[in-house]
């Protein structure tokens, strides 16, 4: 049987109510949450956590569950957390993976960026349909 797989990403606020978001160094150079892939014996929390520290820099707590995406493709669920930190840190890219990393208002966020990743983030913001499962299909670009 093959293992189910399991991804994380986070959602950050600044004190504007602002996103934080990191800009991949592969691929088209897309702006994303920070996240990825869940590692053996890690919970989902713990990845979003892990992630955004290797990402960012930054230790944060994730905590409010704002969705979980299933994509049938590759049969894998994707959990975003609400976080916070209290470090006073600022972000800064701290893997060869990431680029940037900034704090972007909802209405003006950069691009390119997977229609996943705005639609993760408006349900995160209260802005989506309220649903906290659904199925997600191909994802498309916003250039």
């Given at each position: 049987m093959a293992?189910?797989?399991i991804g994380a990403a986070a959602?950050?606020?600044d004190s504007d109510g602002r996103v934080l978001l990191v800009k991949h160094s592969y691929g088209?150079?897309?702006w994303d949450l920070p996240g990825g892939k869940a590692e053996a014996n890690e919970s989902a929390q713990e990845t979003a956590q892990r992630e955004v520290?290797?990402?960012t820099g930054l230790i944060v707590k994730a905590d409010e569950l704002t969705g979980i995406y299933y994509d049938p493709v590759y049969d894998m669920h994707h959990f975003v957390f609400?976080?916070?930190h209290d470090s006073g840190r600022q972000p800064e890219p701290s893997?060869?993976?990431i680029l940037e990393c900034?704090?972007?208002a909802a209405d003006e966020l950069p691009r390119p960026m997977k229609d996943f990743t705005y639609n993760r983030i408006m349900d995160a913001l209260?802005?989506?349909d309220g649903k906290l499962f659904r199925v997600i299909g191909p994802s498309q670009w916003l250039e």
């Open positions: 293992e189910k797989r959602i950050l606020t088209k150079l897309n520290l290797e990402e609400r976080a916070h893997s060869p993976e900034g704090y972007f209260g802005r989506g």
